[in-house]
């Protein structure tokens, strides 16, 4: 499987994967997702890398349907500024490739924070760890294996 499935697997966490026939030519992968499994798109998350002034990369867990409010994020996590990683540094940092980044079982383990709206679902949609492939499970489930905090960073 990926190594986010197989994480969750060996804590024998609660979760189901979800997966679906992933379009190259889609504009956004979060959006394909809740579309191709019928989602509301508030109910279905993305993971982006930021990185903060003195290079630290931090996660973020927010839904397809909205942005990442880096102010918040940066707020957050007691640093001045935050912006978007470089696309080749997030590969790199977490294993995945774009459109399939998962915030678990990445290779390094790192600072996360998931937007609190997650906390108003039973259930939250996120990255298996490829493209077409999704893993649904409580926001508290997620934060405990990412050892995440839920902060406002969603617009």
Sequence with gaps: MTPAIDLL???R???RVHSYTHDPKSASYGLEAAEKLGLPPEQVYKTLLASTEKG???VAV???AG???LKALASAAGVKKADMADLGVAQ???G???GGISPLGQKKRLRTFIDESARTFPSIFVSAGRRGLEVELAAQVLAEHTRA???AIGR
Excluded: C
Aim: net charge neutral; proline share 4%; glycine share 0%.
């Design 9 to 11: 697997k060996k804590a």
């Design 56 to 58: 630290e990369l931090l």
């Design 62 to 64: 927010v839904p397809v």
């Design 96 to 98: 995945y490739l774009v």
């Design 13 to 15: 966490a609660e979760f």
């Design 67 to 69: 942005s990442l409010d």
């Design 149 to 151: 905090s839920f902060a």
């Design 92 to 94: 790199r940092s977490t």
